[in-house]
């Protein structure tokens, strides 16, 4: 299995990381052996070898600066066009790990149509692009009998969408509700220990939970651009963030924790989609409720579905070796799809 990566930053790290530290376990169980071909990113261009790159000399270039530092050899290719680099590399498989945009899902959404037309298949952990355009990715896909995978976009590898898509296809899921932002989560459950709004951001950001600048965690986006892929996907509806009201955590004070509290209750910021429209807003929630109990970066998420009522699902929402084991389930699916094919 040949792979493309575009994107090098704690995720792509993390994919490659279990890549290298797994290579056995993958070969002798799943007969699986995966090959890094090409590695891009925005600053430090293409890396590419036709025979594959390899695992540790690739995580000691980015831990040394970045791929630049990717030692020269024989068959060693650099500085290409990034789609020229996608359509020359007869790789089977682009992984999209590069920053997200909520407005556009730009460069990585034409990145993903030049991959379909190269006949390769499609991992994001890119939210964008699956927000905005997932009726044109799947269209693209299919077209070309080539697999579209996202599960990292939700809840990283805590399998949220291969549960509502893949274990519950026939049960009808009816809405969504959860807790789908670690960074704001980590914040709430600071300020309930009695750690003010800013100390508990700025420790969230020491633990590198949230971004140098955090407003699309606090303010609720990141957590709406992954409504807006649950409404494609699990409801296949196409929203769009006006059809969502969204607020954040900025606006709750040291006393509004203080009165939700004293009457036996918790913040949470909670994100909730249906197939009409959605929200992300802060929730006064009893102590009873099984998310109150969902603390610092974890993520939950409880579908309400019409045979099996109410399934709750509770685990990492991010992080590098969590969101790169996200990238690694989707491999392992394609694998599958490919085996069973050949069969
Ligand atoms: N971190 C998590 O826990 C997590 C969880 C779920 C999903 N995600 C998603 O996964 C993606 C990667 O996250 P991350 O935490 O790894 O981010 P990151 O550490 O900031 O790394 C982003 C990487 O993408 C590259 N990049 C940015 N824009 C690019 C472009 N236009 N073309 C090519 N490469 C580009 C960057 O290159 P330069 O450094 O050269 O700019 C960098 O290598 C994001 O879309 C994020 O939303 C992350």
């Known amino acids: 299995m040949k792979i493309l990566l575009i994107g090098f930053g704690v995720v792509g790290q ?17 007969h699986l052996r995966p090959v890094i071909v090409g590695v891009a990113t925005r600053s430090q261009g293409t890396l590419f070898h036709p025979e594959g790159l390899n695992l540790s000399h690739l995580l000691d270039a980015a831990a040394a600066g970045g791929l630049r530092q990717y030692p020269d050899s024989e068959g060693v290719q650099r500085g ?6 996608i359509q020359r590399s007869e790789a089977d498989v682009l992984i999209e ?25 499609v991992i994001l952990a890119n939210k964008g692009p699956i927000a905005l355009a997932y009726n044109e990715l ?25 549960l509502a898509l893949d274990a519950l296809a026939g049960s009808t899921v009816l809405e969504a509700r959860g807790i789908l932002n670690g960074t704001t989560n980590y914040i709430l459950t600071q300020m309930h220990q009695g750690q003010p709004y800013p100390e508990a951001l700025a420790e969230a950001q020491r633990l590198g939970y949230a971004e140098t600048d955090p407003r699309g965690d606090v303010e609720g986006w990141d957590a709406a651009g992954k409504l807006l892929i649950l409404a494609a996907t699990v409801f296949e509806t196409r929203l769009t963030m006006h059809d969502l009201q969204v607020t954040g955590i900025t606006g709750i004070t040291t006393q ?28 006064r929630l009893p102590l009873s409720d099984p998310l109150a109990s969902v603390s610092n970066a974890l993520n939950a998420l409880t579908l309400k579905t019409d045979v099996m009522g109410d399934i709750t699902l509770i685990g990492p929402g991010a992080g590098r070796r ?7 389930a989707d491999l392992l699916v394609i694998h599958r799809t490919q085996a069973a094919a050949l069969e």
């Not at 993390?14 to 799943?30: H, P, S, T």
């Not at 959404?109 to 298949?121: G, I, K, P, W």
């Not at 896909?141 to 590898?157: I, Y």
């Not at 009457?263 to 959605?278: D, F, S």
């Open 14 to 30: 993390g994919f490659v990381e279990l890549l290298r530290d797994k290579a056995q376990e993958l070969a002798q169980r799943y």
């Open 322 to 328: 969590q969101t790169g084991f996200a990238l690694l």
């Open 80 to 85: 290409e066009d990034i789609k020229t680099w």
């Open 256 to 283: 509004d924790i203080i009165d939700a509290k004293q009457a036996g209750e918790c913040y949470k910021l909670i994100a909730h989609i249906t197939p009409q429209g959605g929200s992300v807003q802060p929730v």
């Open 97 to 121: 790990a590069s920053a997200t945009n909520l407005e556009t899902g730009q460069p990585a959404l034409d990145y993903c149509m030049t991959a379909f037309e190269a006949e390769m298949h």
């Open 138 to 162: 799947r269209a693209a896909a299919h077209m070309v009998k080539r697999v579209l995978r996202f599960e990292a976009t939700v809840m990283a590898g805590t399998p949220s969408l291969a």
